[in-house]
């Protein structure tokens, strides 16, 4: 483990596995190339979330990108956290293309630069893949976030997360089901670390959530100093607190309409007197 400027920069287990097995089958080379590219990929989430202000605890390498732990108290908007995720396949995108160009002027060697083209490809398309924690995940994750609810978002996108890890590993062993052919062992390893890895996440979304709504105090000042037109949510009295809150939307502050059976206007709360209500009632959070 590396320690930066108080950032921690660690090798997965999964990666060192990896390693040690291209130093026995004498791909170390590669492996060289493979680490540089997902480096390069991560120092460009790293430099984009501090150009957000945004504070990084640590960065863990993976073969095929890397988890960065982020400190967010709720100044990560979903554009910022968009930006954040693209910036590591741009990295991949400008290395091809001055590979390319290397190529184009005859500098280097033909086969190390095909393989660096090869490799940031297969980096930037497999992390663009819609599955969590890869990035593709991520952006689809906090676009869903500007027009869904937030909870509902957090849900699906984990639900989508589980079946893409399923259908990974699913993918890794068909050619043995079918008796075609052999496992695909790194896929199959892959497809088991993502797929534990979001099942983790789902488990964990009530505590997500809950850190969402303790995170709300910031966008009470936002709407007072810009005047932000409030999202109305309607409600009747029987509705229970939590589903309510279920409502609320990431970049959106609300004003819930409490109305009876025959459409007359109870009572009109601001989102934040729910919210203490909530904390305040002294219940198991599901």
Request: charged share 15%; aromatic share 10%; with cysteine.
């Amino acid at each position: 483990m590396i320690n930066m400027r108080g950032i921690k920069l660690s090798l997965h287990p999964f990666f060192v596995i990896l390693m040690l097995f291209s130093v026995m089958t004498g791909h170390f080379l590669e492996l060289i190339v493979l680490f540089s590219i997902v480096l390069i990929h991560e120092l460009g989430h790293l430099a984009a979330a501090l150009l957000c202000g945004v504070r990084i605890r640590s960065i863990q390498l993976l073969p095929f990108g890397g988890v960065v732990e982020m400190e967010d108290h709720g100044q990560l908007t979903a554009w910022k956290e968009i930006g954040i995720a693209i910036a590591g396949p741009l990295q991949n995108v400008v290395m091809i293309g001055a590979a390319l160009l290397f190529r184009e002027l005859g500098w280097g060697d033909g086969a190390f630069l095909a393989y660096v083209i090869y490799g940031n490809g297969m980096i930037a398309s497999f992390n663009l893949l819609p599955i969590l924690p890869l990035d593709g995940g991520k952006i689809l994750q906090a676009a869903a976030s500007l027009w869904f609810p937030y909870h509902q978002t957090l849900l699906w996108s984990s639900r989508i997360s589980l079946a893409g890890s399923a259908g990974m590993v699913l993918l890794s062993v068909s050619s043995l089901l079918l008796g075609e052919g052999r496992i695909q062992l790194n896929l199959l390893m892959i497809g088991i670390f993502l797929l534990y890895s979001n099942w983790m996440d789902y488990r964990h979304i009530p505590y997500r959530f809950t850190r969402f709504l303790m995170n709300r105090e910031k966008k009470y000042g936002e709407a007072a100093r810009i005047g932000t037109l409030a999202q109305p949510i309607i409600a009747d009295p029987a509705k229970h607190l939590e589903g309510i809150l279920r409502l609320f939307k990431r970049e959106k502050y609300h004003v819930i309409y409490v109305l009876n059976k025959q459409g007359g206007l109870i009572a009109m709360l601001p989102e934040q007197r729910l919210i203490s209500a909530y904390f305040a009632t002294d219940r198991p959070r599901t």
